[in-house]
C-alpha cells in the first residue's frame, strides 16, 4: 500500500513538474553574404520550431543583419544577434575581392573571435545545447571542447561538393602532384562518375597557409557531433546517405531553409537592401507582370564575382543576340567607368521592350518565384541554385571559383536541369556572346530535350516544398535534431556505414 502511495506522489509532482527549457543553439556564421543569409534562415527555422537561437558575428555584419533583429523581436522570436569584438577594417569581404589570397586571409583573421566567443559562452546562465558554426570557421571546435557545449558544422555548399571534398581528402587525391592543368582525375568512393581537373577544383590552392587552413577545417569536421546541410533528400537523397556514413556521424539534411520563411518582408528585403545601390523592387515587378509566363532569363552572379567591362560586353551582347527577354542585374562597380555606363544605355535602347537592364541589389527570391521567370543565368553559388531549383526554374551554370564548378556538375550531369555556358566539359575557357547567345536560346527554347529539362526542374520544385512541410524529410530531420538535444544535450552518435558509398 505505501508503494503504491509513493508511486501516486511520484506521478502527480512529475506531472506538476515545469517543462524543460527550450533548446538553445549558438550559430556562428562566416562573415560574408553567401554564408550568412543561409545561417540566418537557419535561425529561423529553429526559433519557429520552438528553439532560441544566438546568432554571433562581427560588428559590421551585425549592423547589416539589424533588420533580422527588428522582425524577430517584432515577432516575438527568441533570436538575438550578438555582436563579437572585431577589427572593423577586417571585417568581411567587399565586393569583387573573390580570391583566394583575400579567403584566406579572412578565414584567418576570424581566428581572434576564439576568444570572445569563449567569454559570451561562458557569461551566459546555462551553457547552450549546441553550437552550429560554418565550417570555414574551425576555430569553434576548440572553443566547444572547451567549454563542453556539442557542436555541429554547417557546409554552405551542396552535398554532392562535400562529399566530393571528403572523398579526394580520404583517398589521397591531389591534383598539384604531378598533373598537367587540364588532366581529369576521378574521384572515388562517389556514388556517380564524377571527374575534377586542376583548374576547376579549388583544393588546387596549395601554398603552406592554405594547406594548414585546410587540415584545420578537416580536423574541425571529424571532431564535431555531426553536419546540418541546406538541401533535401528529394534533391541530393543518394549523397547525404554516403556523406553521412563516410562522416560516421549524423547528417541532417533540413533544407532548403528559405522555403519556411513566409515572411514577405524577410524575403523582399534578404541580403544587402540596405545598400545605396537597392533598386526599386516594385518597378522590376511591375516590368515582369507584363511579361509572358516563363519568358524571362534572369542573369545574376551572386555577390562577389565582379564582370570586368570586356566581359560585361560579351553577357550583354550574348543577351541581345538571343533574342529572348531578359531581366539582368548589373552591380553598380561593374558600370564605374563612362564607357560602361554608356554601353548599357545603349543596350537597353536597343533591347527596349524585352531587356531590363537593373543597377545594384534586387530581391532574388521574389524574381524567381515570378511566374515570368523561366531561366537563370547563374554564377552557380549552392544558395542560387537550390533558389532556383526549389522553384522550378532550370538554369544557365557558368562558374567561377570554388565549389561552383562540382555544383554545375551536379545540376547538368546528375540532376538533368542546367546547361553549361561553356557547352562539353572540357578547360575553362574565357566565355564570348557566342556562348552566352547558345546556351539562354538552348534553355528557353523549345523540343523534347528542353521540354524535359523544364519537367524536372519542375518536379524537383514540388519535391522540395514537400520536403519543408509538415511530415516531409526535412521537417522530420529537424524534428529528429531538436529532440536528441532536449534528450541528452548532445548529439547521438551514428556509425552506420553504408556498402554502397
Not at 506521478?11 to 506538476?16: D, E, F, R, V
Not at 555577390?303 to 543576340?321: K, N, T
Not at 521537417?475 to 553504408?498: A, I, K, P, Y
Amino acid at each position: 500500500m505505501a508503494h503504491t502511495e509513493t508511486t501516486e506522489k511520484s506521478m502527480i509532482l512529475a506531472s506538476s513538474a515545469p517543462p524543460p527549457p527550450p533548446p538553445q543553439f549558438v550559430l556562428v556564421p562566416l562573415i560574408g553574404q553567401g554564408h550568412t543569409i543561409p545561417m540566418v534562415d537557419l535561425a529561423y527555422l529553429l526559433v519557429e520550431r520552438g528553439a532560441r537561437v544566438s546568432l554571433v558575428t562581427t560588428p559590421v555584419n551585425a549592423a547589416r543583419l539589424q533588420g533580422v533583429a527588428d522582425r524577430a523581436r517584432r515577432a516575438t522570436l527568441p533570436l538575438e544577434i550578438v555582436e563579437l569584438p572585431f577589427p572593423p577594417a577586417d571585417d568581411g569581404l567587399s565586393p569583387g575581392s573573390a580570391n583566394v589570397d583575400n579567403f584566406l586571409r579572412l578565414f584567418l583573421d576570424l581566428y581572434r573571435l576564439a576568444g570572445p566567443l569563449e567569454a559570451y559562452l561562458r557569461a551566459l546562465p546555462r551553457r547552450p545545447n549546441c553550437i552550429i558554426s560554418d565550417s570555414c570557421n574551425p576555430w569553434t571546435a576548440r572553443v566547444a571542447r572547451s567549454v563542453g557545449v556539442p557542436r555541429l558544422f554547417f557546409h554552405v555548399a551542396s552535398c554532392f561538393y562535400s562529399l566530393c571534398k571528403l572523398k579526394a581528402a580520404t583517398h589521397g587525391l591531389l591534383l598539384h602532384d604531378g598533373n598537367k592543368d587540364d588532366a581529369y582525375v576521378e574521384v572515388p568512393g562517389m556514388p556517380v562518375r564524377v571527374e575534377v581537373s586542376k583548374d576547376t577544383w579549388s583544393s588546387s590552392y596549395t601554398t603552406p597557409e592554405w594547406e594548414a587552413f585546410v587540415e584545420d577545417a578537416r580536423e574541425g569536421m571529424r571532431t564535431a557531433d555531426g553536419a546540418v546541410l541546406n538541401t533535401f533528400l528529394g534533391l541530393e537523397g543518394q549523397f547525404v546517405k554516403c556523406f553521412e556514413a563516410a562522416l560516421g556521424k549524423p547528417v541532417w539534411a533540413l533544407g532548403p531553409f528559405f522555403l519556411n520563411n513566409r515572411d514577405e518582408e524577410a524575403v523582399a528585403t534578404r541580403g544587402d537592401k540596405d545598400k545605396p545601390s537597392a533598386v526599386d523592387q516594385d518597378a522590376v515587378t511591375a516590368w515582369l507582370d507584363a511579361m509572358d509566363e516563363s519568358a524571362v532569363t534572369y542573369v545574376s552572379f551572386g555577390s562577389l564575382v565582379r564582370m570586368p567591362p570586356e566581359q560585361l560586353y560579351e553577357v550583354g551582347h550574348g543577351l541581345e543576340d538571343s533574342g529572348k527577354p531578359f531581366l539582368w542585374v548589373v552591380k553598380e562597380s561593374e558600370t564605374a567607368s563612362p564607357e560602361a555606363r554608356e554601353w548599357l544605355q545603349a543596350l537597353e535602347a536597343r533591347t527596349a521592350g524585352r531587356g531590363l537592364v537593373v543597377r545594384g541589389w534586387v530581391s532574388q527570391l521574389a524574381i524567381l518565384s515570378h511566374r515570368a521567370i523561366g531561366g537563370f543565368v547563374t554564377h552557380c553559388g549552392w544558395n542560387s541554385l537550390l533558389e532556383s531549383v526549389a522553384h522550378g526554374v532550370p538554369v544557365v551554370t557558368w562558374p567561377h571559383f570554388g565549389d561552383q564548378f562540382l555544383n554545375e556538375q551536379l545540376v547538368v550531369e546528375v540532376l538533368g536541369v542546367g546547361v553549361p555556358v561553356r557547352g562539353a566539359a572540357g578547360p575553362v575557357v574565357p566565355v564570348v556572346r557566342e556562348h552566352v547567345e547558345r546556351a539562354v536560346s538552348e534553355l528557353m527554347g523549345g523540343g523534347a530535350v528542353a521540354h524535359e529539362r523544364r519537367r524536372k526542374c519542375k518536379e524537383f520544385g514540388e519535391r522540395a516544398h514537400r520536403a519543408v512541410a509538415k511530415g516531409g524529410s526535412s521537417h522530420e530531420n529537424l524534428t529528429q535534431l531538436l529532440h536528441s538535444f532536449v534528450r541528452s544535450g548532445s548529439t547521438e552518435q551514428q556509425t552506420t556505414q553504408d556498402r554502397n558509398c
